[in-house]
C-alpha cells in the first residue's frame, strides 16, 4: 500500500509545548535560562561545566538509533552513567527535604563549620596523594541547593551532619531556630533510614559513599557497634557490585562528576571492618579478601590494615598456648616490621602540630597521619597482649610484655598531642578508645611486673613507671574535656577502671615495707570476671584464677567500684581503702595522699554477669564488646593456668 512496508516507521516525537528546558536543568527541576538567543548552551550547564542537551535532541538521538539496521544494543558499562528519573523516588527525596532545615539556620551553619570534616571523608574515597587532594578543590557540602535525587541529597545530609560533628556540643550558636545538635542528629538519621538503610538505593557507588560515611558518623559519635554493623552493610553493597572481583566490576554512576575510586572504596570497607572486629572481639565477614599492599608503599596504611588485622584474627581463633599459635605471633610480628620498613621514612616523622590552625588542610593531614600510627601500634598491642600475663619466664613473653609497653606508650603520646591540639574534634574518637586500652595495657603490665623480681629487689621497668603513669593521667585530663562535652558513659566508664588501676598500681609499687603498708598491698587487688571463663585476680601476689565453676554466686565483693561494659563481663577493682566513702586520688602515688581521699566523680554500679544475656537493646550496644574484646585476648596466654585450675 504506496509502497510502505510491513515494519512500522519510527517516528518522531513532537516535544511537548512549555519542555524547552534542557536534560540537565529538568533532571535538577530548575529554571533553563540562555543569555541569548544564539547562545547553544545554558547558564547552569556552562557553570557546571556540562553537556547542554536539549529534550528535542535527546529524542532525535533515540530515533537515529532504532532506525539504524544491524546495530545490536549497547551494552551497560560498568563505568556508564546511571541516569535515574528523580520521579521513581519522588517520595523519598520529598521526604528528606521536610527534614532539612531552613535557609536561615543552614546559612548561620555555613559559617562555622569547615572543610576539614569533609576532606577527612572525601580522602578515603579517592586514588589521590596528599598532595593532589591539598591542590584540590575541597568545599563544605551546601544544602542551600539540595539535590533531587535521594542518594545524592542523602550524601550532601550525611556529610553536612559529619561537618557539624566537629562543632563543640555546648556551643552556642545566636540566631539558629533550634539547637545544631538537633539540625545534626534529624539529618543523620534521615539519612541513614530513608536513604543508606533502603535496599531500593543499593548498587551504585554514590549509595556505597553513603554507607560508608554512615559508618564514620557512628564511629564519632562514639557508637563502634553501630559502625561495625553498617559496615557489614557496605560490605555485602560492595560484594553487589563486584568491587571484590577487580575487572569484573558492575556498578553505576548516579553523577560522572563524582570521582570515586572503587578500588579505594573496597580497601577502605575491608580494612575499617576488620579494624572494628579486631576491637569489638567479632568476626570479619572479609576473611577471604584480597588486595596489594601497593598503597603502604605511598604512604597509606590501609592495605596494611586489611592484611595484618586479618591475620591476627585468624590467629586469635586458634588456642593462644599452642605452638602454633605462638609461632603464628612471631610471623605477623616479622611482617608487620618488613612492611613498614618499606613505608617512607617521613611518615614516621615526629607529629608537627606546633603552628597550624586547627581547621587547615595540613593540620588534618598532620592529625590523619597520628591516627594511622595508632592503628599501626594498635595491631602491635593486639598481636601481643595474650601472652603479657604469662607468668612463664620465656624470653618471647619478656618480648611481648615490652612490645605492648612500646606500643602503648607510642598511642598514648599521640593522643596526648591530637587532643592537647584540638580537645573537641569528633575525629579523635576512636583514639580516645585506644587511648584508654594503651593505658590499661601499661598499668595491667606494671602491676604484673612488680611481682616479677628480675633484678635485686627492682623491676625491669622501674625506671619507665612514673613516666608511664605520668602519660597516663595526662591522656585522662586531655580527654576529661571530650567525656564531658560528649556525655560518652562508656569511655567515662573505663576511664574510671583506668583511674582505680592507677591506685592499685601505685599501692603494690610502693606499699611493701611497712606493717601497715603490707595491709594496703594485701587490699589492692583487680578481680576481672571473665564471661563463662571465671574470675582473675591480680594482685601483688601473682595471678590468681579461679574457673566460674568454682565461683560463688556471690563472687565479687561488695565493696568497690565495679565496671561492667556490653553486658558481657564484669570488671571489679577492690581499692585499698572503703571506697563507699570515698575513692584514692591518683594524681600522687605516695601512701600518705591515698589516705585521704575524695568521692568518685562518676558512680559505677556493680553487675555480675558471668553468664550475660546475649540479646540487649540498641541503647546499650555502645557498651557491648570493647572491654570484653579487650579482656578476652588478654587472657588468651592463660588457658594452661586456666586448664590446671580446673583440675
Not at 562518676?602 to 555480675?608: E, G, I
Request: glycine residues 6%; hydrophobic residues 40%; neutral net charge.
Amino acid at each position: 500500500m504506496n509502497g510502505l512496508s510491513d515494519e512500522p516507521t519510527a517516528k518522531f516525537r513532537k516535544v511537548r509545548k512549555g519542555t524547552h528546558s534542557c536534560q540537565e536543568c529538568r533532571r535538577r527541576k530548575v529554571k533553563c535560562i540562555f543569555a541569548s538567543t544564539n547562545d547553544s548552551t545554558c547558564i547552569v550547564c556552562r557553570r557546571r561545566g556540562t553537556r547542554c542537551v536539549s529534550q528535542g535532541e535527546l529524542l532525535r538521538d533515540e530515533v537515529d538509533e532504532r532506525q539504524t539496521p544491524g546495530m545490536p544494543p549497547t551494552p551497560v558499562s560498568a563505568h556508564s552513567v546511571s541516569v535515574a528519573e528523580p520521579s521513581l523516588h519522588g517520595k523519598t527525596a520529598k521526604a528528606l527535604l521536610d527534614t532539612l532545615p531552613c535557609q536561615k539556620d543552614i546559612q548561620i551553619l555555613l559559617g562555622r563549620v569547615s572543610r576539614y570534616s569533609t576532606l577527612s571523608y572525601r580522602s578515603n574515597f579517592k586514588s589521590l596523594s596528599p598532595e593532589e587532594l591539598l591542590k584540590e578543590q575541597i568545599q563544605v557540602p551546601t544544602l542551600l541547593h539540595p539535590e533531587t535525587h535521594p542518594v545524592l541529597l542523602g550524601r550532601q545530609m550525611l556529610l553536612f551532619a559529619a561537618a557539624l560533628q566537629h562543632i563543640s556540643p555546648n556551643a552556642e550558636i545566636p540566631g539558629l531556630n533550634e539547637g545544631h545538635r538537633l539540625i545534626m542528629e534529624r539529618l543523620a538519621e534521615s539519612a541513614i533510614r530513608m536513604v543508606t538503610s533502603n535496599d531500593e538505593l543499593l548498587g551504585t557507588l554514590e549509595g556505597l559513599e553513603n554507607i560508608i560515611l554512615e559508618s564514620f558518623y557512628h564511629i564519632d559519635s562514639g557508637n563502634i557497634r553501630r559502625a561495625w554493623i553498617t559496615l557489614r552493610r557496605a560490605v555485602m553493597a560492595a560484594h553487589l557490585m563486584g568491587l571484590h572481583q577487580p575487572g569484573h566490576y558492575r556498578f553505576k554512576l548516579i553523577d560522572n562528576r563524582n570521582s570515586l575510586d572503587p578500588a579505594v572504596m573496597w580497601v577502605c570497607v575491608v580494612s575499617m571492618e576488620r579494624f572494628l572486629s579486631l576491637l569489638l572481639g567479632l568476626p570479619t565477614s572479609t576473611a577471604d579478601a584480597k588486595t596489594s599492599t601497593q598503597c603502604a608503599t605511598n604512604g597509606d596504611l590501609s592495605a596494611l590494615v586489611m592484611h595484618l588485622t586479618s591475620r591476627i584474627l585468624h590467629r586469635n581463633q586458634l588456642n593462644s598456648t599452642l605452638q602454633a599459635a605462638r609461632d603464628m605471633t612471631k610471623e605477623i610480628d616479622q611482617e608487620l616490621i618488613q612492611m613498614t620498613e618499606k613505608l617512607p621514612p617521613s611518615f614516621w616523622r615526629p607529629l608537627a602540630l606546633a603552628g597550624l590552625e586547627v581547621e587547615s588542610v595540613e593540620a588534618f593531614w598532620e592529625s590523619r597521619r597520628a591516627m594511622d600510627h595508632m592503628c599501626y601500634y594498635m595491631l602491635v598491642n593486639q598481636l601481643h597482649l595474650p601472652y603479657i600475663l604469662c607468668q612463664s619466664h620465656n624470653p618471647y613473653v619478656l618480648y611481648s610484655r615490652l612490645a605492648c609497653l612500646s606500643a602503648s606508650r607510642e598511642i598514648l603520646a599521640r593522643q596526648i598531642a591530637v587532643r592537647t591540639f584540638n580537645p573537641v574534634t569528633a575525629y579523635s574518637r576512636i583514639g580516645d578508645f585506644l587511648a584508654l586500652t594503651a593505658g590499661m595495657t601499661l598499668m595491667l603490665v606494671h602491676i604484673v611486673s612488680h611481682g616479677h623480681k628480675e633484678i635485686g629487689n627492682s623491676s625491669l621497668l622501674i625506671h619507665e613507671r612514673l613516666s608511664d603513669r605520668a602519660a597516663v593521667e595526662q591522656a585522662l585530663d586531655c580527654m576529661k574535656s571530650m567525656l564531658e562535652l560528649q556525655e560518652d558513659v562508656l569511655a567515662a566508664k573505663c576511664a574510671v577502671l583506668l583511674r582505680e588501676l592507677l591506685v592499685i598500681e601505685a599501692v603494690t609499687a610502693q606499699g611493701r615495707h611497712s606493717s601497715r603498708e603490707h595491709t594496703i598491698v594485701r587490699l589492692a587487688e583487680l578481680s576481672i570476671q571473665v564471661p563463662y571463663l571465671g574470675a582473675v585476680r591480680v594482685s601483688s601476689q601473682g595471678i590468681t584464677i579461679t574457673p566460674h565453676s568454682k565461683l560463688g554466686h556471690h563472687s565479687v565483693p561488695s565493696e568497690g567500684a565495679s565496671v561492667t561494659l556490653g553486658g558481657l563481663g564484669s570488671i571489679h577493682v577492690q581499692s585499698p581503702t572503703n571506697p563507699a566513702n570515698a575513692a584514692p586520688q591518683v594524681g600522687n602515688p605516695s601512701l600518705d595522699t591515698m589516705s585521704d581521699n575524695t568521692a568518685l566523680q562518676l558512680p559505677v554500679q556493680m553487675q555480675d554477669q558471668m553468664f550475660p544475656d546475649a540479646a540487649a537493646g540498641v541503647d546499650n550496644w555502645v557498651f557491648q564488646g570493647f572491654d570484653t574484646a579487650y579482656f578476652d585476648t588478654l587472657f588468651r596466654g592463660l588457658g594452661e593456668q586456666l586448664d590446671s585450675a580446673t583440675t
